[in-house]
């Protein structure tokens, strides 16, 4: 069974930073790619940035290329979002989940992390 435990999430000003973290079980966690995605009210979720299996390859969604990092610990089984120069934009539910072109309706999802930015 899937478990996704994001946390790291928290309220700052913008220009702030967070450091968001996924502890994931249940599955090969180093084989896999990762992604984190996020979510606001009446809007879809969309993807903010994502790893290959062995942390060589990373890909970011243009609303936050430069300013977001994406990394994971395959010993720890675990994904970080590094976030820096937070805008009240990315202010959002965020989640991580494996990035393996299942339909987001069709995954298992974590209860997520907030961030809230604050002009």
């Known amino acids: 069974q899937v478990q996704l435990v994001e946390s790291g999430g928290g309220s700052v000003q913008a220009g702030g930073s967070l450091r968001l973290s996924c502890a994931a079980s249940?599955?090969?966690?180093?084989?896999?790619?990762m992604a984190w995605y996020r979510q606001t009210p009446g809007k879809d979720r969309e993807v903010v940035a994502g790893?290959?299996?062995?942390?060589?390859?990373?890909y970011y969604a243009n609303s936050v290329k430069g300013r977001f990092t994406i990394s994971r610990d395959n010993a720890k089984n675990t994904v970080v979002l590094q976030m820096n120069s937070l805008k009240p934009e990315d202010t959002a539910i965020y989640y991580c989940?494996?990035?393996?072109?299942?339909?987001?309706?069709?995954?298992?999802w974590g209860q997520g992390t907030q961030v809230t930015v604050s002009s």
């Open positions: 989940n494996y990035d393996d072109g299942v339909p987001y309706s069709r995954k298992s």
């Open positions: 790893i290959r299996w062995s942390g060589e390859n990373t």
């Open positions: 249940g599955r090969t966690f180093r084989f896999n790619d």
